[in-house]
Nanobody
Framework: QVQLVESGGGLVQAGGSLRLSCAAS????????IGWFRQAPGKEREFVAA????????YYANTVKGRFTISRDNAKNTVYLQVNDLKPEDTAVYYC??????????????????WGQGTQVTVSS
């Protein structure tokens, strides 16, 4: 069993930055891919970024590439998402999730089996 808890969301002006955190319980945290997804009102959950177990490989949605950075500290069982140059269209609830063993793709919600409760990010124009 893995529990994930997100934090760090808030209200910021366009162009601002936040650092989202995903703290996980469980001794096997370091062996799995961790992803960030977001969901805006009335929209489907969409992939944002993912990081493999070692942190050596990262993946980003085109909409956030160059603005968001994902990283992990396995000693602290935490994954971070640094979000810079925020835009109003980045407004959403941001979720972190643990990947299934040997996922075929990192950008599909079905490849993740444990999810956090989400943290709200609101960007004002």
């Amino acid at each position: 069993q893995v529990q994930l808890v997100e934090s760090g969301g808030g209200l910021v002006q366009a162009g601002g930055s936040l650092r989202l955190s995903c703290a996980a319980s469980g001794r096997t945290f370091s062996t799995y891919i961790i992803g960030w997804f977001r969901q805006a009102p009335g929209k489907e959950r969409e992939f944002v970024a993912a990081i493999n177990w070692s942190g050596g490989s990262t993946y980003y949605a085109n909409t956030v590439k160059g603005r968001f950075t994902i990283s992990r500290d396995n000693a602290k069982n935490t994954v971070y998402l640094q979000v810079n140059d925020l835009k109003p269209e980045d407004t959403a609830v941001y979720y972190c999730a643990k990947g299934r063993p040997s996922p075929s793709r990192s950008d599909l919600p079905r490849e993740y089996d444990y999810w956090g409760q989400g943290t709200q990010v609101t960007v004002s124009s």
